[in-house]
């Protein structure tokens, strides 16, 4: 059973960036998980970022943070990033990593809370 830790959430102003990191701790073996990253503002739905696979070769974005966001991942560290810039208000969320398991993202972290405001 993995759990994962995110940090680097905080405030900043629009057009600025973010590094979120996930770290993951894995207590039975050394399991390297695809991981998605999500958030959720208040009032909306869970929202899918992006995804790499577990050896990092492969990753995916949704249309609202294709090429402003980059996710990346130390295999040796087991730490998943989420590299955020030109961050805009409708940013503002508690973003989320996930561990996916048989096609599931079936471990969470607790979130951590960005907000973009002037």
């Known amino acids: 059973q993995a759990q994962l830790e995110e940090s680097g959430g905080g405030s900043v102003q629009p057009g600025g960036s973010l590094r979120l990191s996930c770290a993951v701790s894995e207590r039975t073996s050394n399991t390297y998980y695809d991981m998605g990253w999500f958030r959720q503002a208040p009032g909306k739905e869970r929202e899918f970022l992006a995804h790499?696979?577990?050896?990092?070769?492969?990753?995916s974005y949704s249309d609202s943070v294709k090429g402003r966001f980059t996710i990346s991942r130390d295999n040796i560290k087991n730490t998943v990033f989420l590299q955020m810039n030109s961050l805009k208000p409708d940013d503002t969320a508690v973003y989320y990593c996930?561990?996916?398991?048989?096609?599931?993202?079936?471990?969470w972290g607790q979130g951590t809370q960005v907000t973009v405001s002037s």
């Open positions: 790499i696979s577990a050896g990092g070769g492969i990753t």
């Open positions: 996930a561990a996916r398991v048989l096609g599931q993202y079936q471990y």
